[in-house]
């Protein structure tokens, strides 16, 4: 970082010494010579976030390195997960594989599609239905939607006391405005969660919302 310092510096102060004729030239219109500055500074300043990005930042790459191999080793996923669908459509492992990694590269309405499948194949298991509603509120951008609503329903007609689809039906109470009836379930689930729970933490940031 320091070393890209002192290389902006030596470059600012280059840039600034090759301009200050141009602009002083009174020969060449304002208008001109505003532009020509503009230009040229623009340029300047590509140039520097680019040698930023390998002298000031050098922890940019192997990070960038690192998301691609993750992306590849999901699309490597995907595609084993795929053809051993089209093997076995009922492969029910194949497209719960399918679904965590369509959710791993942010393909959320493929992931649901995938999810659901697993869901029928599965006759309602209740893990797979909250990654079913994971999967559909990611898609929806957080908001949960009537489908996902269903479906968490769905998780607490097995499960009455699962904290994650609880805790999401009242975010859902929250996002239609039942604002009351939603602070009285949240503090019930929370007094219900172990003190370790990391859904403490999601809970105290709703509850300060509201």
Do not use: C
Not at 30 to 36: C, G, I, N, S, Y
Not at 43 to 72: Q, T
Not at 176 to 197: I, Q, T, V
């Amino acid at each position: 970082m320091i070393l890209y310092l002192i290389f902006s510096v030596l470059l600012v102060a280059a840039l600034w010494l090759l301009l200050l004729p141009l602009w002083k030239n009174s020969d060449i219109p304002f208008a001109v010579r505003k532009r020509a500055v503009g230009i040229i500074g623009a340029v300047f300043s590509i140039g520097l976030f680019g040698i930023y990005s390998v002298l000031g930042a050098p922890e940019m790459v192997p990070l960038l390195n690192k998301h691609n191999a993750e992306m590849a080793a999901l699309q490597k996923t995907i595609t084993e997960a795929s053809d051993a669908i089209k093997a076995s459509p009922r492969d029910l492992a194949a497209w719960i594989r399918l679904g965590q990694s369509f959710m791993g590269a942010g393909q959320y309405k493929s992931a649901a599609s995938a999810f659901k499948q697993a869901v029928i194949l599965s006759k309602g298991n209740p893990l797979i239905l909250l990654a079913y509603s994971s999967a559909m509120i990611s898609d929806a951008g957080g908001k949960i939607t009537d489908d996902a609503k269903k479906s968490l329903e769905m998780v607490l007609l097995q499960q009455p006391q699962n904290p994650e689809a609880r805790y999401l039906l009242t975010v859902r109470m929250l996002q239609d405005g039942n604002n009351e009836e939603a602070m009285k379930n949240m503090k019930e689930l929370y007094r219900s969660l172990p003190d370790n729970s990391p859904m403490k933490d999601m809970i105290n940031r709703q509850i300060g919302r509201k």
